[in-house]
């Protein structure tokens, strides 16, 4: 087979959506960490049946619009980390494949290379060893092999998973905390597994099963980083005027990589936003500029022209601000402020409503919320400036989609766990400026010292601690601290290494606690530390015996 019909396409899609679901749960147990906080199969299995459901009215003969409802459908289910990072992954293949009306192997790996410019323009800090190196080398071993003539379709995906595969098995030497923990990345497992399901659902296979051996690393070298040019559109404060788009074809015979180069810093000298991709077959260019008669005649240089499209930024903000017009009245009834924290347990969410919260929503290590979800929780505070309080790292992305989304201001805190955003919260106030409450609250918590009370998941060897399954674990800056068979013993212990010079610690109990077991923790903890102020409240957050903070 040389290309793939939307019918085809489209199957493959839902057999990378079922190998996921059926490997969820291996893929979740990928942890650095013994504790129940491993949802990365979960929130990408998530996150594909989103797409899986916005395709399935879809013309299957129509590959562009399949890419782009998947696409869109991958972006409102997107849930965590791995989930948001997949959608934007996957927005490659809706650029890529749009108004395709058959996939071959070029356009396959164009897709993979735009999805890993995407997906790493994304990411603040990309950070080496995670699904982005392993989409990176897929998507460059898919466009060396898409030069080769007279190769199967089948053999050309093989190939490309056998690459994802290989380069897998070597994140833990990018990642110490994988090597520790004797895992590769949970995220890069999840691709390659859909990837995996796409080549069962073509070749007619089984759907597979993760062989358990392929979840521990393989001694291999490091790879290296690879830079990427990202596109931002800022329709606000335009400096460059003129979007200018365009194919290169038929390359003269002379041109060579060095040339396309040259041509990509030569656009960045007259312009911004620059987006040169492909090979020496197909280029596809993107720049704003002022002078795109000039971005014209130096790709002239390099071969034909084709499908160009110039279009007036000023003109189209002009007229977006007409259309804007219109909202003024509704935005006018809007109230100035609004929050919305993301919490797990009743206990938690009725301490972020006691400091003026007015959405929270439910979430946490083993459940994140989608992009939509926290969109939905934005648009609910009825608000011109909202306040976003993620509570975990793993959401942090997903509320950043949301605020591009948002129709309002969006401000998101980067609170990476509970008290965290209680801190932050406590620092809101109605009469200073967006900006004010903005490093307000982002100032509020960077002092916090929290820790984690929990039981192990699996037994592990982590921090010279030797841990067996059931065990109770106090967790702090991501190490393990204490360890023992009781949650009194361990808490104590936790507490001891998170004190410090600390003036105050609070304790925040879980679903599993008495409150009587919490108040004798609190006069242990008083006689142990009598010139500090201790106090304890429900939180009755799940997993968790007990949520530390102390400042």
Do not use: W
């Not at 959405?359 to 926290?374: C, H, K, R």
């Not at 805190?413 to 307000?440: L, V």
């Not at 004190?499 to 242990?524: C, H, I, P, Q, S």
Request: charged share 25%; with cysteine.
């Amino acid at each position: 087979m040389n290309v793939l019909d939307g019918s085809t396409y489209k199957n493959m899609l839902a057999g990378g959506a079922k190998a996921l679901e059926l490997n969820r749960p291996v893929i979740d147990e990928l942890n650095v960490f013994p504790v129940p906080d491993g949802d990365t199969g979960t929130n990408m299995s998530l996150t594909m049946a989103a797409a899986m459901r916005e395709i399935a009215p879809v013309d299957a003969g129509d590959i562009g619009e399949i890419a782009v409802a998947f696409s869109k459908g991958a972006l409102k289910g997107a849930r965590g980390n791995s989930g948001v990072i997949l959608s934007q992954i996957l927005k490659g293949f809706a650029v890529a494949l749009d108004a395709q009306a058959e996939v071959d192997r070029k356009n396959f790996a164009a897709a993979l290379k735009r999805g890993t410019e995407i997906a790493y323009g994304a990411v603040t800090k990309p950070k080496e060893g995670t699904i982005l190196t392993v989409v990176r080398v897929m998507a460059e071993t898919a466009s060396s092999l898409a030069r080769k003539r007279n190769m199967e379709f089948e053999d050309f995906l093989a190939e490309i998973i056998k690459a994802g595969e290989a380069i897998l098995q070597r994140t833990p030497e990018m990642l110490p905390v994988l090597a520790k923990a004797g895992v590769v990345d949970a995220g890069g497992r999840g691709l390659v597994t859909i990837m995996e399901g796409m080549y069962a659902a073509l070749t007619g296979a089984e759907v597979p099963v993760i062989d358990p051996a392929k979840t521990a690393p393989a001694a291999v070298q490091t790879e290296g980083r690879k830079d990427f040019v990202s596109l931002d559109n800022d329709y606000e404060n335009i400096t460059f005027q003129y979007c200018t788009e365009f194919f290169i074809t038929h390359l003269k015979t002379a041109v060579t990589e060095s040339d396309i180069d040259k041509f990509r810093d030569y656009l960045m000298t007259i312009g911004d936003c620059v987006l040169v991709i492909g090979d020496l077959d197909l280029v596809k260019t993107h720049v704003h500029t002022n002078d795109p008669d000039r971005a014209l005649k130096a790709a002239l240089k390099l071969g034909e022209l084709d499908s160009i499209k110039i279009e007036n930024m000023m003109e189209q903000h002009r007229k977006l601000v007409g259309e804007r017009e219109g909202e003024k009245d509704k935005k006018k009834e809007l109230k100035p402020y609004g929050m919305v924290a993301i919490c797990a347990g009743d206990g938690m969410k009725a301490i972020f409503q006691d400091l003026q919260v007015d959405v929270t929503l439910e979430g946490g290590q083993t459940m994140n919320p989608s992009v939509y979800d926290i969109l939905g929780a934005i648009n609910a505070t009825k608000a011109k400036e909202v306040f976003v309080l993620p509570n975990n790292s793993n959401i942090i992305l997903a509320a950043e989609q949301a605020k591009e989304l948002a129709d309002v201001n969006v401000h998101v805190i980067s609170t990476t766990c509970m008290p965290e955003g209680i801190a932050a919260a406590i620092a809101f106030s109605q009469d200073a400026s967006p900006d004010e409450n903005y490093t307000a609250m982002s100032a509020a918590f960077t002092d916090i010292k929290t820790a984690e009370v929990t039981h192990a998941v699996r037994s592990t060897r982590m921090n010279g601690f030797s841990v067996k399954e059931g065990d109770v674990i106090g967790i702090a800056g991501k190490k393990i601290v204490a360890k023992s068979s009781s949650v009194g013993e361990t808490t104590l212990e936790t507490a001891n290494k998170l004190m410090g010079d600390a003036e105050m610690l609070t304790l925040y109990y879980g679903a599993g606690v008495e409150e009587a077991d919490a108040e004798r923790m609190v006069n242990k903890l008083e006689e142990i530390y009598p010139d500090a102020e201790i106090a304890a409240y429900y939180g009755g957050q799940p997993h968790y015996y007990y949520i530390l903070s102390a400042e």
